[in-house]
C-alpha cells in the first residue's frame, strides 16, 4: 500500500489559475488522485461515490472532489495517493518607482547574443514552444499599432492551438491579468521597443498556449497538471519543442512525489525541453520553487544589468531570484539570464499587473516592464527555440548541456565567484555560445529519468551542508568536498562589489555537477546531508493545509 496524503499548495511567480468545482464549502475538496493509471484512480473515485472532475493521464490519475467520507474510504485502497488540491491567492508586493530611461532600459537581446544570431538568420524558425500562463492579449488594436503577440516576424498569424480547461481548444484567450502576455511577449513576439531592440527572443517560433492561471492570479496543481496533460497529448501533432512554465510552488515534498513534477518529468522524458522559474523566494538558500526542483530540467533564476547596460562592472544576480540546493541535494539553479525590469508587452490600462503598477507603464500604452525569474525563464526559452532551430535533433539533455557549457559565471574585479553556484548556476546563458556548442553528455549524468518516472529509484544531489558552519558545498564524484571558487557558499547575499562576466570561469575546469546519486534507504540526510532548518519530508510524509504560502506575483525592479 503507498497512501501518501499530502496537501499542496500552488503558487505562482507571476499568476495562477483557479478552476471552479462547485465545492460546498466544510463537504468538499478538490484532490488530486493518483494510482496505477487514470483509469484505475477514476474507477477508485467512483467506487467510493466521489466525482471526478478531470483526467490527469500525465500522472496516472485524476482530480476529483471528495468528502471527508469518501477520502477515508480511499485511504483504504492500494495503489492510491491522495493530493489535497487547495487553490492559493496571490500576494503582491509594493515596488519603489522607476523614472526616465531606466523604463525602457533594454539589455536581455544583446546581452545573450541572440543579436549576433539573428543577423545569421536564427529567429526560431521551425520550432514551436508551448506556454502554460494565464492568457494572451490580442495587441493588435493598441494605439501603438503594437503587432499581436502571436504573430511571426511576416505577420503571418504563428499560433497553432490555444487550450483552456473550461473552455476548450482553439479559442481566444483574454489575459485580464497580464502576466502571459508579457511573458509570451519575451519568448517571440516581432514587436520592437522603445530603443528598437527586438521584443521576442526568437519571434519565428510558433506557439501553442495553455490558460492555467485566472485574472486574479488563481490557480491549483490540477489546473496546472492539466494544462501540462494538454501540452504533452499534443506534442507530436505540433511538433512542441518547449515548454515554458513561469510559475513555482513552494516544496512540500520529495520531487519525485510532487505530481507537477511528475508531470514535467513525463514531459521531459517524450522530447520536450522544460524551463522553468527558479522562484521569486529569494535570496535565502534551499528556495528553488516546484517544478524548477525537477532535476532534469532547466531551471532558471533572474539577474540584472542594474540599470547600466554598457556597464557590466555591476551586473548581479536579483534579491528574489531563488537560490540552491534544492531539498535533495541539486544544485540549482542551473543558470541565470536577464530577469529584472524587462519590457514586454501589456495591456497598460487594462490588465490587473499593469494596473496595479502604472509607474511601469512606457510612453507606449502597450508596453510594460516587469522584473522576475518569470521573465528569466522566457529568455531563457527563447534562446532554446535558436538553439533548437539550429540543431533540431538536440535531446532535452543535449539542450541543457549546450546551454550550460556555454555559459558565464559571474565575477568580481579579483576574478572571484561573486555568487555561489546555488545562485547563478554555471552562470548567465549565451545564446550564440549554445548554438555553437558542441559539448556532450554534460547534463543529468547518473541520473534515470525512466526510473523515477516508475517509482523504481530516485536520486539525490552532490549538495551538502556542513553541519558545524551551516555553509553549503559540493562533493566531487570520489566523495571529496570541491574547492574551487563558489562551491562553498554561507548563504550571505551582497550587492554592488563589482561584477564582470568571464567565458569559461570554473565550467571548463571539468566538474559537472548534475551528477545524481542513486537515492536508497539510509544513504540521503546522512554525511553532511542533514540541512540546518530540518528534514521535511518521508515517504509518507503529510504536509498542514494551512502551511504558510506566499507568492510574489510582483517584485520590485531591480
Not at 88 to 105: C, H, L, P, R, Y
Request: glycine share 12%; hydrophobic share 40%; proline share 4%.
Amino acid at each position: 500500500m503507498r497512501i501518501r496524503d499530502i496537501t499542496l499548495t500552488v503558487l505562482a511567480v507571476g499568476s495562477l489559475y483557479g478552476l471552479a468545482y462547485g465545492l460546498r464549502s466544510g463537504a468538499t475538496t478538490g484532490y488530486i488522485v493518483e494510482g496505477r493509471n487514470e483509469v484505475s484512480a477514476a474507477q477508485a473515485v467512483r467506487d467510493v461515490g466521489g466525482r471526478v472532475v478531470l483526467d490527469l493521464p500525465i500522472i496516472h490519475g485524476v482530480a476529483a472532489v471528495l468528502s471527508t467520507a469518501q477520502v477515508a474510504a480511499l485511504r483504504k485502497t492500494a495503489d492510491i495517493d491522495l493530493f489535497v488540491d487547495a487553490p492559493v491567492q496571490t500576494a503582491t508586493i509594493t515596488a519603489s518607482s522607476a523614472t526616465g530611461s531606466n523604463v525602457i532600459d533594454k539589455y536581455a537581446y544583446k546581452m545573450i547574443g541572440a543579436d549576433k544570431l539573428a543577423a545569421q538568420g536564427f529567429h526560431g524558425n521551425g520550432v514551436t514552444v508551448a506556454v502554460l500562463d494565464s492568457g494572451l492579449w490580442d495587441s493588435s488594436g493598441a494605439a501603438t499599432g503594437a503587432a499581436k503577440v502571436f504573430n511571426d516576424l511576416n505577420g503571418t498569424n504563428k499560433m497553432l492551438d490555444t487550450y483552456d480547461p473550461t473552455a476548450g481548444e482553439g479559442i481566444s484567450l483574454p489575459d485580464a491579468y497580464g502576466h502571459g502576455t508579457h511573458v509570451t511577449s519575451i519568448i517571440g513576439s516581432p514587436d520592437t521597443s522603445i530603443d528598437g531592440e527586438p521584443l521576442g527572443i526568437a519571434p519565428m517560433a510558433r506557439l501553442v498556449f495553455v490558460r492555467a492561471f485566472n485574472a486574479s492570479g488563481n490557480g491549483t496543481y490540477s489546473s496546472v497538471i492539466n494544462g501540462l496533460n494538454w501540452i504533452y497529448s499534443h506534442k507530436s501533432q505540433y511538433n512542441i519543442r518547449v515548454a515554458n512554465l513561469s510559475f513555482g510552488a513552494r516544496p512540500q515534498s520529495f520531487y519525485w512525489n510532487d505530481p507537477i513534477d511528475q508531470a514535467v518529468m513525463t514531459l521531459w522524458q517524450s522530447g520536450v525541453v522544460v524551463v522553468a522559474s527558479a522562484g521569486n523566494f529569494g535570496p535565502n538558500a534551499q528556495s528553488i520553487a516546484v517544478p524548477g526542483n525537477t532535476p532534469y530540467v532547466i531551471t532558471v533564476g533572474a539577474m540584472t544589468d542594474n540599470w547600466t547596460s554598457n556597464t557590466p562592472a555591476d551586473d548581479g544576480v536579483t534579491s528574489f531570484s531563488s537560490a540552491g540546493p534544492t531539498y535533495e541535494g541539486f544544485v540549482k539553479p542551473d543558470v541565470v539570464a536577464p530577469g529584472g525590469h524587462i519590457v514586454g508587452i501589456m495591456d497598460a490600462g487594462a490588465m490587473t499587473l499593469a494596473t496595479g503598477h502604472p509607474q511601469y507603464a512606457t510612453a507606449s500604452s502597450s508596453l510594460f516592464v516587469m522584473s522576475g525569474t518569470s521573465q528569466a525563464a522566457a529568455v531563457t526559452t527563447g534562446a532554446v527555440a535558436l538553439m533548437l532551430q539550429a540543431n533540431p535533433w538536440l535531446t532535452p539533455d543535449q539542450v541543457k548541456c549546450r546551454l550550460l557549457a556555454s555559459t558565464s559565471s559571474l565575477v568580481n574585479s579579483q576574478g572571484k565567484a561573486a555568487y555561489s553556484i546555488f545562485q547563478q548556476g554555471t552562470g548567465l546563458i549565451n545564446a550564440y555560445n549554445a548554438v555553437y556548442s558542441q559539448a556532450a553528455n554534460c547534463a543529468n549524468r547518473g541520473l534515470n529519468i525512466a526510473n523515477d518516472i516508475n517509482m523504481t529509484a530516485h536520486y539525490g544531489g552532490p549538495a551538502h551542508q556542513d553541519q558545524n558552519t551551516g555553509a553549503y558545498y559540493v562533493l566531487d564524484n570520489a566523495g571529496n568536498r570541491v574547492g574551487a571558487d563558489g562551491y562553498l557558499w554561507n548563504n550571505g547575499f551582497t550587492k554592488n562589489q563589482g561584477y564582470l562576466w568571464n567565458n569559461g570561469y570554473l565550467w571548463n575546469n571539468g566538474y559537472l555537477w548534475n551528477n545524481g546519486y542513486l537515492w536508497n534507504n539510509g544513504y540521503l540526510w546522512n554525511n553532511g546531508y542533514l540541512w540546518n532548518n530540518g528534514y521535511l519530508w518521508n515517504q509518507s510524509a503529510v504536509a498542514s493545509q494551512s502551511s504558510t504560502t506566499t507568492t510574489e506575483s510582483w517584485n520590485a525592479q531591480e
